[in-house]
């Protein structure tokens, strides 16, 4: 049977780069409104670039215990000898606020007008005089 691992990343600054042990199989469960949604990934290194490859496997609206047992049953087709694990949690969803009470009208302030002054428009004056 496959060891289930933990999800290792490192952080690189504001970036967590995930470091697998590959070969392995990767279940990651998210949720959306409440709703999960889980995938298995298939992470191996090709032997001759070294490159780290992936395949995605699975991918269903199902809790992260369907997809680990999913990904412990076809490990072993794989040659696989280990499991990471991630399972972000559901967000609560914010349940009803309790009524609050109507805040106060403040008495609107007085405000006195403040008396416009008509000036009497100036006739300017030309700058081109004539002589």
Same mark, same amino acid.
């Given at each position: 049977m496959a060891t289930l691992l933990s999800w290792t990343s490192v952080g690189i600054g504001d970036l967590d780069v995930f470091l697998p042990s590959p070969p392995c199989l990767v279940v990651y469960t998210a949720y959306a409104n409440g709703r999960p949604e889980s995938w298995v990934t298939y992470f191996w290194q090709d032997e001759n670039t070294g490159l780290l490859n992936h395949q995605l496997l699975y991918v269903q609206p199902v809790a992260f215990e369907t997809a680990? $047992?999913? $990904?412990?049953?076809? $490990?072993p087709t794989r040659g696989v000898e280990r499991i990471h694990v991630k399972h972000a949690q559901a967000k609560k969803s914010p349940g009803p606020k309790a009524a609050s009470k109507p805040k106060a009208k403040k008495p609107a302030a007085k405000k006195t007008a403040a008396k416009k002054t008509s000036r009497a428009a100036k006739p300017r004056a030309s700058k081109l005089q004539s002589k």
């Amino acid at each position: 049977m496959a060891t289930l691992l933990s999800w290792t990343s490192v952080g690189i600054g504001d970036l967590d780069v995930f470091l697998p042990s590959p070969p392995c199989l990767v279940v990651y469960t998210a949720y959306a409104n409440g709703r999960p949604e889980s995938w298995v990934t298939y992470f191996w290194q090709d032997e001759n670039t070294g490159l780290l490859n992936h395949q995605l496997l699975y991918v269903q609206p199902v809790a992260f215990e369907t997809a680990l $047992a999913w $990904a412990q049953e076809h $490990a072993p087709t794989r040659g696989v000898e280990r499991i990471h694990v991630k399972h972000a949690q559901a967000k609560k969803s914010p349940g009803p606020k309790a009524a609050s009470k109507p805040k106060a009208k403040k008495p609107a302030a007085k405000k006195t007008a403040a008396k416009k002054t008509s000036r009497a428009a100036k006739p300017r004056a030309s700058k081109l005089q004539s002589k």
